[in-house]
């Protein structure tokens, strides 16, 4: 888990950090486009502004929630996602998140890794992964549906671990929602994975 928590820490701070310079970058843009109309000069303004709205329009693409530390790790996430050419749903319904954020991003990253991992092996045109979470009264509702290839294995009702799959990463999950007495149901054939997460 230690090992887990630690990778996803550093790529959301990797993220974190090429956020924070791309808004320092903008800001001497804005400054430049300023200088440009005051002095008149229409075309280096145009141009400039052009640049400045294709990466204003890549930052648009990103996710947003409303919640500073649930946004990065799912952009950091839908980064790995659409590197796999994985078709990405998401929808986010949230008024507040109900248990820590570490215990979140071990949810999260695990779920995701393992729907990453499944997807990938399906054929182009049936790489999915849909992720929804919202807020039921003061609880929270995670439920993640992906597309898969194989059967997860079971031994004693406890996920067998793979080099690849659903693995010790369930395990973790269902530890994590037994501390905060929530509830987990999971769903599965050879062509999907589902998991819904009551916390």
Known sequence: IYDNLKKQYLGLQK???LNNQQIHNMKHELVYICNC???????????????????FNLIERKVWTGFTFLDFILNYKKAEIDKEDIEFSLDVELQQITIPEDDLMIILGNLLDNAI?????????NRYIKLKICNINSMLLLHLYNSSVEMPQLKNGVFISKKKGHGFGIESVKRIVDEHEGEIHFQYTENYFQAEILI
């Open 117 to 125: 991992e499944a997807a990938e092996k399906c054929k182009n045109g």
């Open 37 to 55: 109309l005051e002095e008149n000069k229409i075309a280096c303004a145009y141009e400039s502004t052009k640049k400045y709205l294709k990466k």
């Open 15 to 17: 993220m974190y950090d």
